[in-house]
């Protein structure tokens, strides 16, 4: 489409994703990434990849000088609910020095479309399910908060230096490209979909159920699973929203799956038990996140091509069950 766009993070799982999206559609697309958890293998031919850490300030300044980019996407951040629970001076130092680095790089270098990789862990136990857009933000963890954190910063960025931006609150990224050129592929991996699909190979030990005492009707945590695409549509159509103003929206399907419900949804996938036993429950970890992407679908015309939990359990078991060992970077 003739426009030209940094990623950051972009060899990771939900930017490898809007990279390939992007080239799909004919974008220019330039990766920052120090393959800290990315990986070569998810960065299509062609892109241009800078193995370096957006924490050097230096060379961001560098890569915005020798492209011009018409936005930014940026993803590269630290993004474990539990590890942001263990070492949490981490998560926010980190998280919003290395943001700020980037959005200020961009400002400096007269970029001003900024695309936020942000979360539903904003928005803590919420009083309201499915959760609208404009809900309280009130995170029950470390890394909720240090992306709140970034969206305030954005938020005066937008009014000072006229930075537009776009947080994109997701709910549970899951599934891989269709295709299964790119999947998921954490280190170490914290995810229930690949942790259950792993357990269902035999690649991985039997699963842990964290909680079973939750307000639920099953009583374990109900989350709202987004394909990876699907994601990524929505990044691409947000940009078009910045042209007016900066906006926020929640990105999820609107439907909710108990752990139970998506234990099942493996088996019957893979046609295998996921060998599973119970636990407690994890910390920081809110009984129910439920999207309403209403101002999403409205003002952009967005709508989840993978609607139905069994879909996008398809692809990710037709992506692990290929590449049991995720990418073959891996010594
Ligand atoms: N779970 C288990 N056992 C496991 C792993 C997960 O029972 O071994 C449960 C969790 O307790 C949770 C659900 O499965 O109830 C989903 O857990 P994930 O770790 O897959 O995802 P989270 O909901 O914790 O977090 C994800 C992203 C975060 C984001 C959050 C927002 O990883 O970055 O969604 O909803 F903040």
Redesign the pocket.
Known sequence: DGRRFLVTGGAGYVGSHLVLTLVERGAEVVVMDDLRQGHRGAVPPGVELVQDSIADRRRLAEVFAAWKFDAVFHFAAL?L?GESMRDPLRYCSENLSNSLAVADAAVKAGCLRFVLSS???LFGNPKVVPIPEEAELAPTNA??DSKLMVEKALGWADQVHGLRSACLRY??AAGADPQGRIGEDHEPE???VP?AIGAALGTRPP?????TDYPTPDGT?I?DYVHVLDLADAHIRVLDRLEQASVRYNIGNGTGYS?KQVIEAVERISGRPVPHGFGPR?AG?PAM?VASSARLRQETGWAPRFAALDDIVRTAWDWHSRHPKGYDDRG
């Open positions: 993004s609910v979360t539903a862990a890394y909720g709910f549970n914290t995810h229930l942790l699963l842990t159920v964290f909680g945590c989350r752990v994890r970890d996140l």
